[in-house]
């Protein structure tokens, strides 16, 4: 099985970012995490990340053919973004959402998900094992 995990604004500074939320895990440290636990299930992992929208976009159709599942944490673009649930809507790829804080427990506008009516399941607050729980999801917990 091939996953691309995708990830959205700022998750590129992990362990910068508010360390008191997202916790001292590096993005360096979470795409091992995700590489060891794919490595149980011989599953392919690929991984993107970007600040801007429509290369999120790109990604997603880009995966169109060539990926069995994403991964997606779209960071605050989960909130604003039609294009990427469009994009989801378009490939008709399994789509895991995931957040590594509980969203619904922290500002209002975070309650929103454009993104969630194209995915299969939300895993959110669970830090970044959320990903891991992601992936067992799509390779049916072969991992």
């Known amino acids: 099985m091939k996953i691309l995990v995708i990830n959205g604004p700022n998750l590129n500074m992990l362990g910068i970012r508010e360390p008191d939320l997202y916790g001292h895990e590096t993005y360096a440290d979470l795409l091992e995490k995700i590489r060891r636990h794919a490595e149980?299930?011989?599953?392919?992992?690929?991984?993107?990340?970007?600040?801007?929208?429509?290369?999120?976009?790109?990604?997603?159709?880009?995966?169109?053919?060539v990926q069995d599942g994403i991964i997606l944490n779209p960071g605050a673009y989960t909130h604003t973004s039609?294009?990427?649930?469009?994009?989801?809507?378009?490939?008709?790829?399994?789509?895991?959402?995931?957040?590594i804080t509980d969203v619904d427990e922290r500002e209002p506008f975070r309650k929103i998900s454009?993104?969630?009516?194209?995915?299969?399941?939300?895993?959110?607050?669970?830090?970044?094992?959320?990903?891991?729980?992601?992936?067992?999801?799509?390779?049916?917990g072969k991992a």
Do not use: P, W
């Not at 039609?82 to 957040?99: F, N, P, Q």
């Open 114 to 140: 454009y993104v969630r009516a194209a995915c299969e399941k939300t895993i959110i607050g669970h830090g970044t094992d959320g990903y891991l729980e992601a992936m067992d999801a799509l390779t049916g």
């Open 40 to 65: 149980k299930s011989g599953t392919e992992v690929n991984f993107f990340q970007s600040n801007h929208e429509g290369d999120l976009v790109d990604a997603i159709q880009g995966a169109y053919g």
């Open 82 to 99: 039609v294009a990427l649930l469009d994009a989801l809507k378009a490939v008709g790829i399994r789509t895991v959402e995931v957040h």
